[in-house]
Antibody
Framework: EVQLVESGGGLVQPGGSLRLSCEGSGFSFSSYSFNWVRQAPGKGLEWVSYITSTSGTIFYADSVKGRFTISRDNAKNSLYLQMNSLRVEDTAVYYC????????????????WGQGILVTVSS | DIQMTQSPSSLSASVGDRVTITCRASQGISNFLNWYQQKPGKAPKVLIYVASSLQSGVPSRFSGSGSGTDFTLTISSLQPEDFATYYCQQSYSTPRTFGQGTKVEIK
């Protein structure tokens, strides 16, 4: 059974930092690209970041570029999101989502999702 | 960035109804369009990818169509477990933008 389990969320003050983790099991972690997708309270889905299986290609949404860093450790079956200079508007449930391919190609989709982890940025 | 616009934003329907949700892209995206279902407090789940391919395990009452800029998700006979919010997402370019969602409620 495919499982994605996020951790590392919580309450942080504006300007602070947080590191999210997502551990995968039940599949060959190193064979897939991954995404982070977030959802502010009562709002829709927002794609945040993407990383290929070898970390060779990485993308960010403009809203987080320069503040967030995506990375992965295939030996640990883990995906990470380092979030710095956090803002109130970063408050959201953050999901890790396994992509349907290993590399950046047209037509991929988010085939499996974690349960989500809440990040609250507030003073 | 490619903008995705869904309509309607919400709808009320009865069990057994045929339901259609549309998604329009701000530029042509070929058939690189996915549909997700999200229930309250749960993670989204993929239903349809590349416009019309049904994800394994998804009931056949769900279908997708379209290409270019206009796409449709159809539920042929709405079931109680289908009351949820539905999102389209383009996979033509980065950022992989989502539509704003369509909430399907019980009439």
């Amino acid at each position: 059974e495919v499982q994605l389990v996020e951790s590392g969320g919580g309450l942080v003050q504006p300007g602070g930092s947080l590191r999210l983790s997502c551990e995968g099991s039940g599949f060959s972690f190193s064979s897939y690209s991954f995404n982070w997708v977030r959802q502010a309270p009562g709002k829709g889905l927002e794609w945040v970041s993407y990383i290929t299986s070898t970390s060779g290609t990485i993308f960010y949404a403009d809203s987080v570029k320069g503040r967030f860093t995506i990375s992965r450790d295939n030996a640990k079956n883990s995906l990470y999101l380092q979030m710095n200079s956090l803002r109130v508007e970063d408050t959201a449930v953050y999901y890790c989502a396994r992509d349907s391919a290993s590399d950046y190609v047209w037509g991929t989709y988010h085939r499996d999702w974690g349960q989500g982890i809440l990040v609250t940025v507030s003073s | 960035d490619i903008q995705m616009t869904q309509s309607p934003s919400s709808l009320s329907a009865s069990v057994g109804d045929r339901v259609t949700i549309t998604c329009r892209a701000s530029q042509g995206i070929s058939n690189f369009l996915n549909w997700y279902q999200q229930k309250p407090g749960k993670a989204p789940k993929v239903l349809i990818y590349v416009a019309s391919s049904l994800q394994s395990g998804v009931p056949s009452r769900f279908s997708g169509s379209g290409s270019g800029t206009d796409f449709t998700l159809t539920i042929s006979s709405l079931q109680p477990e289908d009351f949820a919010t539905y999102y389209c997402q383009q996979s033509y370019s980065t950022p992989r933008t989502f539509g704003q969602g369509t909430k399907v409620e019980i009439k």
